[in-house]
């Protein structure tokens, strides 16, 4: 069956968190995002940058991976990997000749992401030009098998400002730093009808009240949206022992809960 083929086409290393009644019958979705994520794992693995190992989602980072839904909000503590979570869910979702935004408050708070995505697209070839970045924001611009596609920052003090062509999916990076009302403006760009999607990662330390309110509100069914925490243990490069991690156990006895969650 289908999962014997996947589990034989990736590394294990990719798996290895993933519960395996999950991989019996797997969206044609997670297939492509899978076989993307392995990929762009042996380049990383070849190439040996340490600020960005291979991809090896923990336990708490695989429930966002599988919501399928078309927004998704993530809390996570600091350093918990929600930004590379973001930008491994672009780029395994990424389809030729589409437009797809970084959202945030500045340039800075979408820089993280970028290097991400471009060091991703670099890995299976499909670069095509990339500019930035500088203090005017960035670009990159896709080929085959990603032909056309287009990546642009844009700053929640100007979604109101473009009535241009809407994005097929966006990211939102440092979420909990943009108001309330750029939250919506982000969520009405969405394109309506074509499988259009938002997901917004922040975390909780800082972050505007609205934040934690509507996170609360999208852990109802039937919210508009799903949303997820993710802690800070749950980035295993940083903290191989998880939970337990001595670091984790130093942080906790000295910092407020919300870094953390």
Known sequence: GSRTSISGTLSSPLLQHLPPLLLQNPSKLLIR??????????????????????????????????DEGRER????????????VGAQEL????????????????????????????????????????????????????????????????????????ASYAPKGILICEAAKVSEEAFHRFR???RRGQHGWALFTGTFEGSLHWYADQFTAWQVDGGGGTSYSIPSWANLVAFPEGEEDSEIQALRSSMPHARFM
Do not use: C, H
């Open 33 to 66: 995002k899978l076989s993307r994520w392995n990929l762009a794992n042996q380049w990383l693995e070849r190439m040996n940058v340490p600020a960005m190992p291979p991809f090896v989602p923990s336990p708490e980072q695989w429930p966002v991976i599988l």
């Open 91 to 162: 780029f395994g979702m990424v389809e030729p000749g589409e437009l797809y935004w970084l959202g945030g408050e500045t340039y800075d708070d979408t820089l993280r992401e970028f290097e991400y995505l471009r060091a991703l697209f670099e890995s299976v070839g499909a670069i095509d030009t990339t500019r930035g970045p500088t203090k005017d924001g960035w670009e990159i611009d896709l080929k085959a098998p990603f032909k056309g596609t287009r990546i642009r920052p844009r700053l929640a003090s100007d979604v109101r400002k473009i």
């Open 73 to 84: 909000l993530v809390a996570g503590g600091e350093g918990s990997g929600k930004s590379r």
């Open 188 to 190: 009405g760009r969405i």
